[in-house]
């Protein structure tokens, strides 16, 4: 059964920095889609794509963390890292990691952590 499951979030000043860490569960990270979303306080709509490793390699960031944000892959402990730098209060959310299978099209999502930063 895949399982995804984040560690790292807590509460930090800004201009802080943390590490957010996803580890997985049967499914692998390398060719398959893994990216880090968000879900700020209040938005229950949708969740925001924060960065991705695409199936080919492809890193994409959104624009509001390009800079402050990297995110990689640990193949040999199976996990998935956002390092975030120069933390702003806008950064405040759960952070979540989803990992959608290039063969299957199926997506899985982790459970959630929680970032918050105070200015």
């Known amino acids: 059964q895949v399982q995804l499951v984040e560690s790292g979030g807590g509460l930090v000043q800004a201009g802080g920095s943390l590490r957010l860490s996803c580890a997985a569960t049967?499914?692998?990270?390398?060719?398959?889609?893994f990216g880090w979303y968000r879900q700020a306080p209040g938005n229950q709509r949708e969740r925001e794509l924060v960065?991705?490793?695409?199936?080919?390699?492809?890193?994409d960031y959104a624009e509001s963390v390009k800079g402050r944000f990297a995110i990689s892959i640990d193949d040999a402990k199976n996990t998935g890292d956002l390092q975030m730098d120069i933390l702003k209060p806008e950064d405040t959310a759960v952070y979540y990691c989803k990992v959608e299978s290039s063969r299957t099209g199926r997506a899985y999502w982790g459970q959630g952590t929680q970032v918050v930063v105070s200015s």
């Open positions: 960065a991705l490793i695409g199936r080919s390699g492809n890193i």
């Open positions: 049967v499914i692998t990270f390398r060719n398959n889609d």
